[in-house]
Every structure is written in C-alpha cells, then in structure tokens.
T-cell receptor, first 111, second 112 residues
C-alpha cells in the first residue's frame, strides 16, 4: 500500500536556526497537506499543495510540492519557541479522503 | 463555529470488552474520518464517512467499525479490545473531497 516517509524523525535546533522536514511518497499524490501538532494537542491544518512544483509561504514557513507530486518539504526560517511541535505531512490519493500521514518530525527549539 | 467534538475524552477498558466513541463534526461538514495515533505507528487512517456512507477504509481488522448518522455525527466501535488498541483516537471533519481536516481533541483509550 501507499507509504509516506518523513525525515528527520526528530530535530533539535537553537532558536533562530532554520528547520526543514521532508516527505516522500511511494505513489503519486493528488495533493498534500501539512499539519502541526503541539504536545498534548491535536493536529492543526497548516497548508494544502495541489499543483506540481507548487511553492507556498506563510510568514516564516515555506512549503514545496515536488514536480513529480511524490515529495514535499516544509522549511521554517529563524525558528521560535512557538514552533515547537510535531509536523506531519498527509498525502492524498484520489478524490476522497484516503489519506496517508507521514511519520512526523518532532521539532524542539532550544531558547 | 463550534469545532469538532469528541466524547469521551478518556476511557479505560478491559481486554475483551467493546467501546464506542463519538464524534460531532463542524456544522455543515459531511465528511468524517477516524484515525488511530500511537507513539510507535504514528497517525493511521481508520475509515472515512460521507453522507452516511463509508467511502474509504484503512488497514485495520474488522473489530474496528464505524457509522455516520443523518446529522453527520459519527461513531466508532471497537469490539473485543486488545492491549494494542490503547491509543489516542482522533476524529476529523471536512467539507468534502480532499479539503482540510479539522481534528477533534481525541479520545484517549487505555486497555488493561
């Protein structure tokens, strides 16, 4: 079945450093979404990418969708302590909500 | 708008018992999906319902079942509980198709 690998599993950064997490799908995706889950919380939607090669920015966050629609990345510039949490990608295949979540990247920011 | 509501928040059951979890979606959302979250396996898709019909199902045994009512509220049932079923069960609603998922706070199930 479809698999979505996400790396790294953990990342510790000093506040102010940049951070990147990568997702790779075993199959071509129709779209990909990114979520953030704070400790003790539930996943919260960040962004959706649909087009091949799409790049979207949200303040310090930059999201990319690969040309082949099989990989994606999330880059955070100048991390802050509020960025702490686990970041998940979610790959969708087909028109309905058949989704495979990436394994997640847990980000720790050291003040 | 009220968010996704899941009840109960916590549940402790004994192996062999069954459990029913409830999810009320955001008003107007017709799609409800369920996920199991564990430290070892991450977030795994259980099933998705739209207008009372199951459209997609993940790779879970038949002990895991669900349904959706005409008001879009959904329930998930797990029969013959096993220790490995201990997890956070998350419900998410969305308006349609591949639109963003809005998660509830989850039900923390502990099987002893």
């Amino acid at each position: 079945g479809q698999q979505v690998m996400q790396i790294p599993q953990y990342q510790h950064v000093q506040e102010g450093e940049d951070f990147t997490t990568y997702c790779n799908s075993s199959t071509t995706l129709s779209n990909i979404q990114w979520y953030k889950q704070r400790p003790g919380g539930h996943p919260v939607f960040l962004i959706q990418l649909v087009k091949s090669g799409e790049v979207k920015k949200q303040k310090r966050l930059t999201f990319q969708f690969g040309e082949a629609k099989k990989n994606s990345s999330l880059h955070i510039t100048a991390t802050q302590t509020t960025d702490v949490g686990t970041y998940f990608c979610a790959g969708f295949v087909g028109g309905y909500q058949k989704v495979t979540f990436g394994t997640g990247t847990k980000l720790q920011v050291i003040p | 708008k009220a968010g996704v509501t899941q009840t109960p928040r916590y549940l402790i059951k004994t192996r062999g018992q069954q459990v029913t979890l409830s999810c009320s979606p955001i008003s107007g959302h017709r799609s409800v999906s369920w996920y199991q979250q564990t430290p070892g396996q991450g977030l795994q898709f259980l099933f998705e319902y739209f207008s009372e019909t199951q459209r997609n199902k993940g790779n879970f045994p038949g002990r895991f079942s669900g349904r959706q009512f005409s008001n879009s509220r959904s329930e998930m049932n797990v029969s013959t509980l096993e220790l490995g079923d201990s997890a956070l069960y998350l419900c998410a609603s969305s308006s349609q198709g591949n639109s963003p998922l809005h998660f509830g706070n989850g039900t923390r199930l502990t099987v002893t």
